[in-house]
Structures are given as structure tokens and as C-alpha cells.
């Protein structure tokens, strides 16, 4: 048990530490970076509460990515630590490495999208502030054949607004099924 807090501490710091350059496009479908789009201390969260208004523009500047011809994220503009809160990076990593080299972990998909493939057009957001650095944004969007409708608990970091979780009307909290998923594989690992 100590070995992995020691674990996820140290990814913590590494992902802390790293420094992302990057600049904007222009916005006729070529990669969108989210940490470039402003200071993230110009929309910091105001006393009354989220600053909606950033986090808009920065899932806005998340999903430019995922037109027909875009990469998605991460891409080679937009890195995880510009879409994902640190925790929640570090739930992805501890158990894609329980899952083991070569092997599929929980994650099996684009949580941004619900999908592997997309062309995702008429994005849609509603935003409920659930505390002063937090906010829950439901967003819809019409993706190659389906509509989608997704929650993302999103937390405002030192560094702008991150998603925290995705939830989908399918599977629920994607935290919580990783957290599952990686004690499953690790027991089930320990067991062999």
C-alpha cells in the first residue's frame, strides 16, 4: 500500500512539474489548446462562485478537437495535463499499469466523446456550479450517428478548469469505474 501512495505521489509531483508549450489555432478544425486560451488567474473562480464563462470557453476549446478531421485529445497540442485534473490522471495510470504492458485497462475509449470514432457536431453545454472551485457540465452533441449526452464534473486547478470525471447515462462514473477496475486487476494479479 505504501509502494502505491509513494506511486501516486510521484506521478502527482512529475505531472506538477511538467510544462506545457503550446499555442492556439485558428479554429478551422486544426488542434485546439485549452491552456493557451487565456491566464487561468483572469478566471479564477470569483468569491460568488465558478467562473462559468472559462469553463465554457475551455470545453469549447476541448471539443474544436473532435471534428471529423480533428485527433481528439490528447493530441500533439492539447496533453492530457491540459484536459485532465492531476487525481484523475493518476486513477488513469494506476490502472492502465494494473491492467499490464499490452493489455486494455478500463478504459477502452474517448471518455471526452463516449466513442472511439467521432464526428462531433452541435455541442451543447449546461453548467450547475456545485462549489466555489467545482462545477458539473452537461454537455450534448450529435456524434456520427447518436446523440450523446455526458456529465463532466470539472475543477478549477492552478492552471484553469480540468476535468475531474465522466459520467455517462451507460456506465456511470468513470472515477469510480476505474477505481473499481484497478483494484479488481490488481486482486486479481496478487491472486496469480
Same mark, same amino acid.
Given at each position: ?8 505521489? /510521484? ?5 506538477? &512539474? *511538467?510544462?506545457?508549450?503550446?499555442? /492556439? ?7 485546439? !489548446?485549452?491552456? &493557451?486560451?487565456? $491566464? ?11 467562473? *462559468?464563462?472559462?469553463? =465554457? ?7 474544436? !478537437? ?6 481528439? +485529445?490528447? !493530441? ?18 494506476? !490502472? ?5 504492458? %499490452?493489455?486494455?485497462?478500463?478504459? $477502452?475509449? $474517448? ?6 470514432? @467521432? $464526428? *462531433? ?14 462545477? +458539473?457540465?452537461?454537455?450534448? @452533441?450529435?456524434?456520427? #450517428? =447518436?446523440? &450523446?449526452?455526458? =456529465? ?6 492552478? =492552471? ?5 470525471? +465522466? *459520467?455517462?447515462?451507460? #456506465? %456511470?462514473?468513470?472515477? /469510480? ?16
Amino acid at each position: 500500500m505504501e509502494a502505491i501512495r509513494k506511486a501516486a505521489l /510521484a506521478t502527482l509531483f512529475i505531472l506538477g &512539474t *511538467i510544462s506545457v508549450v503550446g499555442s /492556439a489555432m485558428a479554429a478551422e478544425g486544426k488542434p485546439q !489548446n485549452p491552456q &493557451t486560451q487565456g $491566464d487561468p488567474a483572469q478566471s479564477s473562480p470569483a468569491s460568488s462562485g465558478p467562473d *462559468i464563462t472559462a469553463a =465554457r470557453h475551455f470545453l469549447e476549446s476541448l471539443y474544436a !478537437n473532435y471534428r471529423v478531421d480533428g485527433e481528439g +485529445v490528447p !493530441n500533439q497540442t492539447v496533453k492530457d495535463v491540459d484536459v485532465y485534473d492531476p487525481s484523475f490522471l493518476v486513477l488513469m495510470h494506476a !490502472n492502465q499499469q494494473a491492467a499490464g504492458d %499490452g493489455e486494455v485497462g478500463y478504459l $477502452d475509449g $474517448d471518455p471526452l466523446c463516449d466513442c472511439q470514432d @467521432f $464526428d *462531433i457536431r452541435a455541442v451543447k453545454f449546461d453548467f450547475k456550479a456545485v462549489g466555489k472551485s467545482q462545477l +458539473v457540465a452537461t454537455v450534448m @452533441f450529435h456524434n456520427l #450517428d =447518436r446523440d &450523446t449526452t455526458l =456529465r463532466l464534473a470539472l475543477r478549477f486547478t492552478s =492552471r484553469g478548469w480540468r476535468v475531474a470525471d +465522466v *459520467i455517462s447515462a451507460s #456506465d %456511470g462514473s468513470l472515477r /469510480a469505474g476505474l477505481q473499481k477496475s484497478t483494484l479488481e486487476l490488481k486482486r486479481n494479479g496478487a491472486a496469480h
